[in-house]
């Protein structure tokens, strides 16, 4: 994968290797979803599947950058304005402006095995990346963790996503084997094991994104921002869904859509804190139990599912040996994570292929992963 990117770069650039290497990885979340921006708890990691940043200044010549899988090339600041919001080129110059202004021209190429649109972060693994990419080639000293909240900042200034926290400290902070407990108020987290005996986990991408992903992204935090205003007329002290419960909601009188909106998010994080102790207990059943339950959350109280999701979840949670499974990331499409025995991997995959081909024409792809370290720099390619 590395090497044909860097015989591309060599056929694309010419002699000269890149001056850094990065490999950024995707991102993974086993519960806690949409919790991120209000305030509560999630528990993602980083995946074995990446995308990669080669970068060189380019000092005799302008910006040159190439997106090698996708065959696209672009030559000038002002044909990259030109590729719209949401494209790959976007989310670099994005990291551009906010962490390198100044830089000047880059030679830059990117690839990977990260599918797009997957609800595993590729866009949040470009931007860290690149931000880690430009640290490396400035020698600037920021910690990890700064590096994150850039690209926070990247995705809410420039690409106008109100997104919390949790992909950009899964993508650069993740340690190999462990899911990261991460407070997203305090920030503090913590490694834990996912791994339970004669299991697995995989994820089914639906391969399909929905329109208005992003505009159901933001109207979601803005209905919680709304209940969280409702919910200080009767305690100020409430600062975020994080301070309520579910007894709070149930005397707060909330719109019907706010208060499902607000439920969903109480008892996901209620739900983070009991994954962690299914985890350390190596209770499958019990997680299975969860992840089912934060799926249906999703679906009916929040709002941010889809048929495709739904099909491969109702699957999934009635196959024998599979302990459970629910929609990851933001939803409308994306991926499902599941929970299953490792011996039925083969036939739940042939059998979970076949009833998606039959309901919606077109086979799902089943990804297979190991829990992987985050953004890191490439020295010897190989
Ligand atoms: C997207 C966002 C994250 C998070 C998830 C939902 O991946 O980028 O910040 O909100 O959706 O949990």
Redesign the pocket.
Known sequence: MLNALIDNWHLSFGGVPPEVIVRAPGRV?II??????NEGW?LPGAMSRSLYVLVSRNTHGGHHWIASDLNEELESPEHILEYGEYSWARYIQGAISIYAPGIGPLRLMIGGDLPVGA?I?SS?ALVCGMLYALQQLTEKTESREELALLGQRV?REIIG?Q?????QFAIMMSEPGHVMLLDCRTRQHRLIQADLPGCKWILINTKVKHALVDSD?NQRAAQCAQAVAHLQTIDPKIKSLRDVSIDMLASADLPEVLLQRSAFVVQENERVHHMVRALGLHDADAAGQFLQASHAGLKELYEVSCDELDHLAAFANTYPGVWGARMM??GFGGCVICLLEEEIFDSFSRDVTLAYHQRFGFDPEIIEFELAGGVSRITRPG
Do not use: Q
Not at 163 to 167: A, H, L, S, T
């Open positions: 979340n806690g979803e949409h919790t991120d921006y999630v609800g972060s949040s995705e996503v997104g919390g926290i949790m992909d992204y990331g933001g």
